[in-house]
């Protein structure tokens, strides 16, 4: 069965330093693998994807993600945290073998500290 | 590009009683979710439409629930009776396809079941 998973409920990182949001899944087939922001009373934001090719993906407000398939992770990564990075963030996988149903982990709270 | 707009916004009903809630997905966009989003949790997937028809409706729960997609554009997602687990946040999101493309979530309606 499909699934993705977020082993930290929470991550804190101080200001500058880099941080790392955990993401692992499970899909019979080849997966497509997504990453959103929340910030508090707002609609999830789309930070990255990956489909194919390289396995470092780039995307927005200089979020990246490394997608590891031996390990079958694909975890988020920033070179140095902001205050303003602190939110909900989610993983989220499509797998392309079945229905192509579009699931989210339960979420990570990042917190950078000042 | 206008969004993904859903309606109301907040909703406060008794349980027991019955509700609505309606979404308006990017315009040429053929996929779209229902996700129901409980405090402090990720978005659970309740249905997927592919255009006009249901793609997965596993997670949805059909005694109490059901959604359309007439003319495979807006969507409205209905809850009857409610239960005081009901609370939370229902989320619409609409993508291009159900394929590598990412998806994109309106605000979402607040519901709150008394």
């Known amino acids: 069965a499909q699934s993705v998973a977020q082993p930290e409920d929470q991550v804190n990182v101080a200001e500058g330093n880099p941080l790392t949001v955990k993401c692992t899944y499970s899909v019979s087939g080849n997966p497509y693998l997504f990453w959103y922001v929340q910030y508090p009373n707002r609609g999830l934001q789309f930070l990255l994807k990956y489909i194919t090719g390289d396995n470092l993906v780039k995307g927005s407000y200089g979020f990246e993600a490394e997608f590891n398939k031996s390990q079958t992770s694909f975890h988020l990564k920033k070179p140095s945290a902001l205050v303003s990075d602190s939110a909900l963030y989610f993983c989220?996988?499509?797998?392309?073998?079945?229905?192509?149903?579009?699931?989210f982990g339960t979420g990570t709270r990042l917190k950078v500290l000042a | 590009e206008a969004g993904v707009a859903q309606s109301p916004r907040y909703k406060i009903i008794e349980k027991r009683q019955s509700v609505a809630f309606w979404c308006n997905p990017i315009?040429?966009?053929?996929?779209l979710y229902w996700y129901q989003q409980i405090l402090g949790q990720g978005p659970k997937l309740l249905i997927q439409f592919q255009n006009n028809g249901v793609v997965d409706d596993s997670q949805l729960p059909k005694d109490r629930f059901s959604a359309e997609r007439l003319k495979g554009v807006d969507s409205t997602l209905k809850i009857q009776p409610a239960k005081l687990e009901d609370s939370a946040v229902y989320l619409c999101?609409?993508?291009?396809?159900?394929?590598?493309?990412?998806?994109?979530f309106g605000q979402g309606t607040r519901l709150t079941v008394v």
């Open positions: 999101a609409s993508s291009l396809n159900r394929g590598n493309t990412e998806a994109f």
């Open positions: 989220a996988v499509r797998d392309v073998s079945g229905t192509y149903k579009y699931i």
């Open positions: 315009s040429g966009h053929a996929t």
